[in-house]
């Protein structure tokens, strides 16, 4: 499974990005897919994520600002952000993980996803 995000970019305070994350290599095995971000001196945290079975949930600091979405027919993983704050700065990453049949809280741990994307830049100035 290959993981490609795009859509990364600086962007002032309050203004929208939105991030795109293209799979390729898929099995028919159910998947869970996710965003995560690192900012600076900060550790990997899980931003939102979608489960197999379709519901999603955010980490409180974007939730009402951040919605994730999948076009299944398009292979395509989406992040839309809007009013980005300063403490949204920071490398943004798609994973995916073959998963079970549990709602997204399940997911939220990066340790647990296997398939990773390079990474894209997000750099939000007050």
């Known amino acids: 499974v290959q993981l490609v995000e795009s859509g990364g970019g600086s962007v002032q305070a309050g203004g929208s990005l939105r991030l795109s994350c293209t799979v390729s290599?898929?099995?028919?095995?159910?998947?869970?897919m996710g965003w995560f971000r690192q900012g600076p001196k900060k550790e990997r945290e899980a931003v939102a994520v979608?489960?197999?079975?379709?519901?999603?949930i955010y980490a409180d600091s974007v939730k009402g600002r951040f919605f994730i979405s999948k076009d299944n027919a398009m292979n395509t993983l989406y992040l839309q952000m809007n009013s980005l704050k300063p403490e949204d700065t920071g490398m943004y990453y798609c994973?995916?993980?073959?998963?079970?049949?549990?709602?997204?809280?399940?997911?939220?741990?990066?340790?647990?996803?296997?398939?990773w994307g390079q990474g894209t830049q997000v750099t939000v100035s007050s």
């Open positions: 994973a995916a993980k073959v998963c079970s049949a549990l709602p997204a809280r399940f997911h939220m741990d990066s340790m647990d996803y296997r398939y």
């Open positions: 290599g898929y099995t028919s095995s159910p998947y869970c």
């Open positions: 979608i489960a197999s079975i379709g519901d999603t």
